[in-house]
């Protein structure tokens, strides 16, 4: 299995990026699919409903199998025969994806690169670091901080922070997931990250019931 994602800068904001497009290799494995790869891709404006060969599931009790649970919005790629499920979800232009997969898969794949996102994270060169954002922005602007920004040294948020912490608390979105709904609002202006944020909450908790504990 091979995730490949592609981040760019969101339209008219240079301090936030979200994936724009998605792209899923499932390996070939002539006992449980087909000998060839299934690819499935998704860019923005465009979540389809097959693979990229037009089939939504391959081989035997459909092992490999796609499902479009919310046609343009949501589907999920079930790998039954290593227990692993990638879901997708399209939310304005922009993806969110979460996966499951036993440990001991991610863990055999930590010595390659098709799974890196999994095993490591972001590459360190995109990751955006928001906790510095927020704290530069934790307090009321100062006169030079409205100077600044008027003198365009300084971007100004989308939105104030009291506003975007009061809409992500009423998501009741915690931790992280809290974090980067407020960093998007205030960076973007965009709903869209809340409903992203709520989302990404969800198929986490779906996913993985025990990170609720």
Known sequence: LTVQVTNDAVQGNTDATATSK????????????????QTYQAQTNSLPGTFDDGRVSVGPYDSLELVEVDPGRHVEIHI????TVVVVRQIGRYFTFSIRMPEE????????????LCVRGCPQSEIINYQE?????KYVPSAQDVSNVQTGTEPAPAVTRSHAEKVCRD???TDFYFDSCVFDLMATGNQNFTLSAISSLMD??????????
């Open 22 to 37: 998605l792209t899923v290799i499932v390996k070939g494995n002539p006992e449980c699919t087909s000998t060839d790869f």
């Open 171 to 173: 998501a009741k979105l």
């Open 80 to 83: 039954r025969y290593i227990n």
């Open 105 to 116: 898969l991610v863990n055999d794949s930590s010595s390659n690169q098709d799974l890196q």
């Open 133 to 137: 954002y927020l704290a530069l922005r």
């Open 204 to 213: 986490v908790l779906k996913l993985h019931p025990s990170a609720a504990r």
